[in-house]
Structures are given as C-alpha cells and as structure tokens.
C-alpha cells in the first residue's frame, strides 16, 4: 500500500491523499527498537540530530569535537560505551513497570480513530509549584448514532476534573490508568468534553510535553509530547483548530507565546498578565507549542508575493540577541525562495522564532513559532565560520519550509515522517544551493549519504524509508528516512522534470 500524504479539510476527518513513498518500502525490514537505538547526547540523541539537520555540512553531524570529522568538515555523534555492574539482585518487574513495556506498531494495523476532534480551548495557569491545563474540546464521532468508548492519551498528568457538555462524570463513566483516560459511554451525536489537569514541569526531566529549565517554559511536542500535558488523542491524523490562553506572572515571566495569531493580551489582579493565541488552521497537536519566560526580540517584516505585511520575531535571552542578525536575514531569504520556487507564501500575520540554550532538540517547526537550541541559529561575527552561517541559513530554512510541508499539509501517521521530513530536507537542500554553490552542495549531500546513510544500509539498522513496524517512535528519527527520504524526492524531480515535479507539490 502507497504512503498517502494527509491533507487538511473543511470536513472533520476527511484527507485527499497522495501516492509517493511505496516503491521504495521493503516488507523485509522493520524500525525495530534493537535495530534502531538511540545514542545519548544530553538527552533523545537521535531525534535531536535528525530533528535539526542543516545545510553544507549539515547539524545532523555538526556536533561537538569529541572525535575526529570522518570527512572534511563533518562531524558525527558517537556514542559512548559503558559497562555498568550491578551489585545488587534485580527487583522483580512491578504492575507499573509492565504496564510500561512498550508494544510493537505495525504499519498493517492503522485504523482511523472513531471520533475526531474540530476546535480546542487550551488554558494554562503556571505557577512555580504547579500548572493548571483547562483543555475544551469539541468532539464529533465519526459516525453518528454509534457510541465507542474514546480512548486519550496521558502521561504523568494529575487529573482533577472530567465533564461531557458541562456535566460532570462519575468514576464508573471513565477508566483510568498510567497511559490511558478512557471515556466508556460517550455521546453519539457531537459533544463538549472539558478536562482540567495539573502538571509539575519543573519536575518534568523527560524534557517532553511542557518543562521548566533556567527560569523558562518551554514544549516539546513531537512525536508523543502532547500527553504529557494533557489527556487527548495524541496522533498526527487528529487535527484541531486551537486557541490558546497563558496566565503567569508578568515579571517573571513578561513574554507568553505560542501557536497563530496574538488576539489578546491583559494585566490581571496579583501581579500577573495573559495572552490569547488562535491559529485558524487545523493542526495535529505534535505542533502545538508554549514558550513563556524573560526574553527579547528582535523585531523585523516582511511583505509578501500578495502585499500583506508579516511581523517577524526572534526571541532569545538578552545577552544573546546581538547575534540574531544573520537568523533575520535567513528566515527572510527562505520566505522568499519558497514563493518564487514553489509559489508558497506564509499564511500568518506573525511569525515567531525562539532560540534558547536549554531546549532539548535541535530544532521544532511548531506552526508560527519555531523553537532552536540556541547553538543552532546564533553567531557572532567575532567568532563563527562561513560554515556557520550556512548552517545557520540551512537549518532556519528547513523549519520555516515545514509550514507546508508538515504542517499544512501533514502526516496520517507516523510511518509516513518522511513526506514531511524527506520532502523539507529535499527543499532545505534545494534553498542552500540557490543561496551558495549548487555544485558544493551537492558534494556534501553526498558525502552524508556516502559516510553516514550507506553503513546504515549496508548494517544490522538497515530499514526502508518507510519502515513496516516499530516499537519505539523516537528510533524512527533516522538518516535514512531524511537523507536517503529526500533522495528519492530527488528521483521524482529528476523523472518530472522542474514543472511537473512543481505541479506535484502545488496538488498537494
């Protein structure tokens, strides 16, 4: 069966869909959790390398100098190795922990949820010892007159109050347990479902869903980040307009942001403010992002292809926005190329980028409001190298070219990360080359190809772009589903030609 591509609908639910990946999965492999383990850097290596992968010399490799570069310029992460000894007896496995152990997901086995999700009310109320999420979902079923029981998501969440169109429910209409928030009985025809829940992210170290690190508040939401903040179906294929309001402390925390358009923003009693955030177009809520906390921006627009004016913003802490300069310029650069090569102009009034030295990724395309690790997108004249500043021009690119592909138009599942990611990378590449020299470019693409993704195929973690199963999502983060994914776009562009390949991306 041919990877289909989800495209957002006026219609709950309802996708054209688009053949593109088939050809190339072979049902002899799966991403499997052995095949595909993570190394460790800090913290999700893997996916923090693949996540945020770049121009030239490209992230992905451009780490710290713990080894030598396998090639000239290129870096790539090692792990570790390490012996640990036991000295004690092993304590049998718990309830807990074997609720825990993950199961294996198979391709075969994606079914369409029973109940889809049309608008969602987030309100956050942070505090120092705690946050309080109020989540308003307006819930369809899929098909009406049938009751299923609606299965959401959760993960190290408090819950303190449950109700189906504004009545609360008692304890034997729901289930609960460490992953799950069922609703038994849940109605047959549209309803409102309110769930509050309570949340410590200053104690959250996973460093996914919303956390707390150097005075800040920050998210992490793909692949499975969202329960972690609230209960909800947490799948690509479930996707929602969101409005989002932030209460905190306005001196502690004077900058609140997140997801679309600033609608409204006010001073409340006790010394604290809000914000309220609508993004009018349908999103899966691996996208949806929070950033609160002390930080300065550098302000700039830009205007498009049809005349409307886009407020453009960068956020960092003080001391670093001197080094912004060439981040504005790249983020501007990309808005451009991606109307005169693929006609796509940015559907916002704002757009938002973070850059702070304790999130945990590389880099998030969250819809309107990227977030970057800090090293990713700062550079001082005094200190960086040209290759920083392609880096740099690569990396902003890539994420900002996911309003499109990825976000707009998006994934049905996971199986499917590379159309998004194969496909960006491909435009990534594509952008640089038309920045700098297509010729150097293309030498290092396929110098990663040839050092890094060919092992890979050639070894025990070899996998189709498109893998048949896995059991840990944060394997799925590999060179071979961006770099050998963006080839194979290559190979459709080479077979189309310039015009058809863009009449391609332009029925997506």
Not at 299 to 311: L, R
Not at 456 to 461: E, H, N, R, S
Request: with cysteine; charged share 25%; hydrophobic share 35%.
């Amino acid at each position: 069966m041919a990877a289909r591509m989800v495209i957002p609908c006026k219609s709950p639910g309802v996708a054209r869909t688009i053949g593109l990946f088939g050809a190339i999965s072979s049902p002899s492999h799966s991403a499997r959790s052995g095949a595909l383990s993570r190394s460790r850097y800090s913290s999700n290596s893997t996916y923090n390398l693949y996540r945020s992968r770049s121009n030239i010399n490209s992230e992905i490799f451009h780490r710290s100098s713990w080894f030598p570069p396998v090639s000239p310029g290129i870096k790539i992460f090692r792990k570790a190795l390490r012996c640990a000894v036991s000295t004690q007896a092993q304590a049998p496995q718990t309830e807990e922990s074997k609720m825990e152990t993950p199961k294996e997901i198979f391709l075969k086995d994606y079914k369409m949820s029973e109940y889809y999700f049309d608008k969602v009310n987030l309100n956050f109320v942070l505090c120092e010892d705690k946050t309080t999420v109020s989540s308003k979902i307006i819930v369809s079923p899929r098909i009406e007159g049938l009751s299923h029981p609606l299965v959401l998501d959760g993960s190290n969440l408090k819950l303190l109050s449950i109700k189906v169109d504004g009545i609360e429910l008692k304890k034997e209409d729901y289930k609960l347990d460490l992953c799950n928030l069922i609703l038994l009985s849940p109605p047959t025809c549209s309803f409102t479902l309110e769930i509050v829940t309570e949340i410590y992210p200053q104690n959250n170290t996973s460093l996914e869903g919303l956390y707390k690190s150097s005075g800040n508040f920050c998210t992490q939401c793909e692949a499975e980040g969202f329960r972690k903040i609230t209960f909800y179906q947490d799948r690509p294929d479930i996707m929602a307009i969101y409005t989002c309001r932030i209460e905190a402390d306005k001196i502690l925390y004077p900058v609140l942001l997140s997801n679309g358009n600033l609608i409204e923003s006010g001073e409340l009693e006790g010394g604290k403010h809000y914000t309220l955030w609508e993004d009018p177009y349908k999103k899966p809520c691996y996208l949806f992002a929070l950033v609160a906390g002390q930080l300065e921006s550098r302000d700039d627009t830009f205007t498009t292809s049809s005349g409307k004016i886009v407020s453009l913003k960068i956020w960092t802490p003080a001391q670093d926005l001197p080094k912004t300069a060439h981040a504005m310029y790249s983020l501007k650069a990309a808005m451009k190329w991606d109307e005169e090569v693929f006609g796509l102009e940015y559907d916002l009034d704002l757009f938002n980028v973070v850059a702070v030295p304790d999130f945990n990724m590389g880099a998030m395309e969250n819809k309107s409001l990227n977030i970057f690790n800090s090293k990713r997108v700062l550079a001082s004249p005094e200190t960086a190298t040209d290759r920083d500043y392609d880096s740099i021009l690569g990396v902003i690119g890539h994420e900002y070219f996911h309003n499109w592909t990825g976000n707009r138009v998006t994934c049905r599942d996971w199986f499917q990360l590379s159309l998004k990611e194969g496909l960006t990378v491909f435009r990534d590449q594509e952008f640089s080359s038309d920045m700098g020299s297509r010729t150097v470019k293309r030498i290092a693409d396929v110098s990663i190809l040839r050092n890094h993704q060919f092992p890979q195929d050639a070894g025990p973690m070899a996998h189709p772009v498109r893998p048949h199963s896995y059991i840990k999502m944060d394997n799925f983060y590999t060179v071979t589903v961006y770099e050998k994914g963006a080839e194979v776009v290559r190979m459709y562009k080479t077979l189309l030609e310039s015009s058809g390949f863009r009449k391609l991306v332009d029925s997506l």
